[in-house]
Structure formats: structure tokens, C-alpha cells
């Protein structure tokens, strides 16, 4: 398969183009921007400062931080405990095959950290049909495939959904996420959220659930009496997004708090057992690896090097793993349901 010479990017990725030279049109767009990103990085950083003192307040929480259990994630929940001291409720969305490993280190940096800590179990049979319906090629539309796998998008959905109707309930200013500085566009790491946008949000997000699973899914979102509060509607805040990211700093901190590397996950995750089936049905549907945007981003950026990044994406799922979903969710064999 042709790759991009510079980045990770296959041929195989919507809309990738090639020079002469074998680099791709994103880290030809990357190259004229570069030198824009760092001043871009600093007034980010200046801004979320601004929000977090404009935040502050007697009672109450100022933070509510959404935890995979992930490097990523609870990384940026020390960030926000101790560089921003920020007062944080941490908020696992459960989806019923996150790591034995991920949740001890929840349990023990949470307490060492010093931060409370709730997370939300749907019921499984409701999951289990959302993750086999998510199974197929046109559940979501191409262009959210780009990032993540159907899979990951429905997880991804609902805890986008529980998290904000906790903020909202909870009068909480910021819902901060951890996601990697290749994981979404700068332009989107600070934004404050309102009523049209998240209706606009929710209409992509719900209705593909409701198909699958009714009406049930909707206790998962807003209802008309939280629209009726805009006031209350946070930021989204993705803080590694414009602060300094370095892998093996952050390996070294989270650890100091308990945190240990999962030996049952694919090389992208460090929480969630169900991560290698979603890839290997991406593969296989679309051509590519759902990861393979995040991680070119990171190597065009030089948080990662090219060969760090075709190592994580061109890894076999593990087998016994796969398995052991497709068992779960009642998936006989690749393309069947039962």
C-alpha cells in the first residue's frame, strides 16, 4: 500500500492526493501553516487561563473532566487538578469493556490525585445492540469515519451526550476532554457550547441510536428543560490540544500516581478492550486504520516519529481480544450479526 513519504497517510484515505515526491496534500496544507500553530498554541493556552479564572468559584465544582482511564485522559486530569487548580469531578462513561487495568487506575489515581470520581454504566443489552448496529459501513456518515471507527463514534456519542447533561445539571463551566493534539483541529480545542449548536450536534448523534434502540437512548441526552438554561451551557475544553505534549513525560507523571500500562489492549489504547474489534471492522470496511489520521498529525507535528506510527498502525489486532468482544456482542464471524 502507498503511503504518504513525510506522514502515515494511505492511499486509501478519502481525498489523500500525492506529489511527485510521494507527500500527501494534508502535510503539504501542514507546511504552509506551521509556522502560524505555535502563536496560535499561546493564545489558546491564554484564553483557556482567562476561562479557568472567570470560572472560579466559592462551591460547587469549576471542572467536569470526561475519564477513559487512558494516558491521555488522566494526564489532563492532573493538568487541570494541579497546574490549573481547578475543582474537578472526574466522569468515566462505563461502556462495559473498559480494561480491568484501566479501572484499578482510575480507582488509584483518583484517590492519590485527590478528585472525585462517578462513572455511568449503561445497561448492556442496550450497548450491545448499539456496538453491532455500529458494525455497519454506513451507520455514521464518511466523513466522521475519518477520525474514528463507527464503534468508537457511538461510544464517543454517548459520553459526549452523559457528560454534558452532568455539566448542565450539575452547573459545571467546563467539560474538559483528553483528547491527543492530533485528535482534533486546533480551531476546535476551546469552544463555548449553546443550545443551537448542540441541538444541531445531537441531531447526528441521537437519531442514528434511535433507529437502533428507540426512545430508551434519549435519558443519555438533553431533554427541552436543559435547553431551557443557556446559561448553564459549558466549554468544551481539549487542553493537550495547545500545552506541551511529550509521551514520555506524560508515561512518567501518571505513573507517580499509580497508573499502569494495560497488557490486554491494542498499541492506540491503554483503557478499552473493545478498541481492537472496532479497528480490525474499520480495516476491513474502509481500507484504513481509524487511527491513522491522529497518528500522522502527531508525526507532522514531531510528537511522534514515522516509524512509531506505522508500528501502532500496521500491529495485527490481537486475536484472542477480538474474540472475546465478538463472543460478548453475539457476532459470530466477520459481516454477520449472529
Not at 105 to 132: C, Q, S, T, Y
Not at 188 to 206: E, H, W, Y
Not at 236 to 253: G, H, K, M, Q, T
Request: glycine letters at 6%; hydrophobic letters at 40%; one cysteine or more.
Amino acid at each position: 500500500m502507498k503511503r504518504c513519504t513525510q506522514c502515515i497517510l494511505p492511499e486509501t484515505f478519502p481525498g489523500i492526493q500525492f506529489n511527485e515526491d510521494g507527500v500527501c496534500n494534508r502535510c503539504l496544507s501542514y507546511q504552509k501553516r506551521r509556522d502560524k500553530l505555535e502563536g496560535q498554541k499561546k493564545r489558546l493556552r491564554a484564553k483557556f487561563e482567562r476561562i479557568v479564572a472567570n470560572c472560579r468559584r466559592d462551591e460547587g465544582y469549576e471542572c467536569l473532566m470526561s475519564w477513559s482511564g487512558g494516558k491521555d485522559s488522566t494526564y489532563t486530569l492532573t493538568l487541570l487538578k494541579e497546574q490549573f487548580g481547578l475543582k474537578v469531578l472526574a466522569f468515566t462513561f462505563d461502556n462495559g469493556f473498559v480494561s480491568e487495568t484501566a479501572r484499578r487506575n482510575m480507582e488509584r489515581v483518583a484517590e492519590n490525585l485527590g478528585v472525585d470520581f462517578i462513572a455511568v454504566k449503561p445497561r448492556f443489552d442496550l450497548l450491545r445492540r448499539i456496538f453491532v448496529a455500529s458494525t455497519e459501513r454506513d451507520f455514521y456518515p464518511q466523513k466522521a469515519l475519518d477520525r474514528a471507527s463507527n464503534i468508537c463514534t457511538s461510544c464517543m456519542g454517548l459520553a459526549k451526550g452523559i457528560a454534558l447533561r452532568i455539566a448542565i445539571e450539575k452547573d459545571i463551566p467546563i467539560i474538559a476532554y483528553g483528547w491527543s493534539p492530533g485528535q482534533l483541529p486546533l480551531a476546535s480545542a476551546i469552544f463555548k457550547t449553546n443550545p443551537d449548536m448542540i441541538r444541531a450536534m445531537l441531531q447526528g448523534t441521537v437519531e442514528p441510536l434511535q433507529v437502533v434502540v428507540g426512545d430508551e437512548v434519549k435519558v443519555y441526552f438533553l431533554t427541552e428543560e436543559h435547553f431551557a438554561e443557556p446559561a448553564r451551557f459549558p466549554y468544551n475544553v481539549s487542553p493537550l490540544a495547545f500545552l506541551d505534549y511529550d509521551e514520555e513525560r506524560i508515561f512518567d507523571r501518571i505513573a507517580a500516581l499509580g497508573w499502569e500500562r494495560p497488557d490486554d489492549t491494542d498499541p492506540n489504547s491503554t483503557n478499552c478492550l473493545l478498541n481492537a474489534f472496532a479497528n480490525e471492522v474499520h480495516r476491513r470496511q474502509m481500507g484504513y486504520h481509524p487511527y491513522v489520521l491522529e497518528l500522522a498529525n502527531l508525526v507532522r507535528e514531531g510528537y511522534l516519529t514515522r516509524e512509531e506510527a506505522l508500528a501502532r498502525v500496521e500491529a495485527p489486532e490481537n486475536r484472542r481480544m477480538v474474540e472475546l468482544v465478538r463472543a460478548r456482542l453475539g457476532i459470530s464471524s466477520p459481516g454477520s450479526k449472529r
